[in-house]
């Protein structure tokens, strides 16, 4: 992604930063109190802060990875990030949209610069988890051309870690 920032929407610009930019640091701290609200200790204790420094920032960074915030009037308000997962495939990883700007399609708009980032970058498959406590994260997913590599009949607190591939040559 470019150091310029983009508009896509009114009011709304696009920005590829690196993890340690204080312009991430909400995206961090809520996603943090985001999975301990919804998951307590269904991971273990400190499973929030566990996950969310499972991964070295560097693996978010060209030419491998990537990371945008979307930006309101400087404020973020969503965003996300991908790293390798395997020769052609990017692995999207924190996915998320402030709480009080929920419902205004920023998600979908996260994923499409995420993807058009990762065709930009050679990658021909995304790969994604999403905890069984996300219904909005699934459904945003399964609507925009991911397939379920788990059953999506069974009880996701069984399977703990959905899964979701997208073959991005078939959605360009």
Known sequence: MTSTPTRPASGLTVL???MRDPRVRP????LAVE???RYGNLFGAGGAAEELNRYP?????????ALIIIQQDGESVAGG???R???HTAELKRIWTHSAHRRRGLARLVLIELENEARRRGYRKLYLTTGPRQ??????YLATGYKALFDLAADPEEIKHLAFS????VHS
Request: without cysteine; negative net charge; aromatic residues 12%.
């Open 16 to 18: 590829s930063l690196p």
């Open 35 to 37: 999975y301990e609200t």
């Open 81 to 83: 990030a991908f790293r």
């Open 166 to 169: 997208k073959d991005l040559a």
């Open 57 to 65: 920032a560097e693996e978010f960074e060209a030419p491998n990875g």
């Open 135 to 140: 219904p909005e994260a699934k459904n945003l």
């Open 85 to 87: 997962y395997d020769e």
């Open 27 to 30: 995206l961090l701290d809520e």
